[in-house]
């Protein structure tokens, strides 16, 4: 499965979220999951099987609990798939940017009556 496919579903997203703050029993996964998605706890463990044999997530076991951590490797392989178009949105986060600024600007402009970047003129001595 390529690894849009397995990031595709919302649910298998929200485990690697969960999963990316550290290592989680498959309990504490399916608690969350099953509260957010009102799934069945067979159906958490398919999406967490999904994951570990797609090599997003890897499990170990400590006792009787089985513990999931993700495996940053398939998301560093996504990241450099991704970097050939960052261009795309790294050019309009910059605009973004400038246009925030910009926006601050006629604020402070706004409320204070004056160009922003301007210094204020010192007022006379006899002004009030």
Same mark, same amino acid.
């Given at each position: 499965m390529h690894a849009f496919d397995i990031l595709g579903d919302p649910v298998r997203r929200r485990i690697i979220e969960l999963l990316a703050d550290g290592e989680l029993s498959a309990g504490e996964v399916g608690a969350v999951v099953q509260r957010e998605f009102g799934i069945s706890q067979p159906g958490v463990s398919q999406h967490l099987? +999904?994951?570990? &044999?797609?090599?997003?997530?890897? +499990? =170990?076991?400590?006792? *009787? =609990?089985?513990?999931?951590? +993700?495996?940053?490797?398939?998301?560093?392989?996504?990241d450099r798939w991704l970097e050939r178009y960052r261009r795309f949105w790294n050019q309009r986060l910059d605009a973004l940017g *400038? &246009?925030?600024?910009?926006? =601050?600007?006629?604020?402070t402009e706004d409320r *204070?009556?004056?160009? !922003?970047?301007? =210094?204020?003129?010192?007022? !006379? !001595?006899? &002004?009030?």
């Open positions: 099987r +999904v994951l570990r &044999e797609n090599g997003f997530a890897t +499990v =170990r076991p400590q006792g *009787t =609990r089985r513990l999931y951590a +993700v495996d940053p490797a398939p998301l560093q392989e996504l *400038t &246009e925030i600024a910009r926006g =601050r600007a006629r604020s *204070t009556g004056r160009s !922003a970047g301007r =210094r204020p003129r010192p007022r !006379a !001595a006899d &002004e009030g």
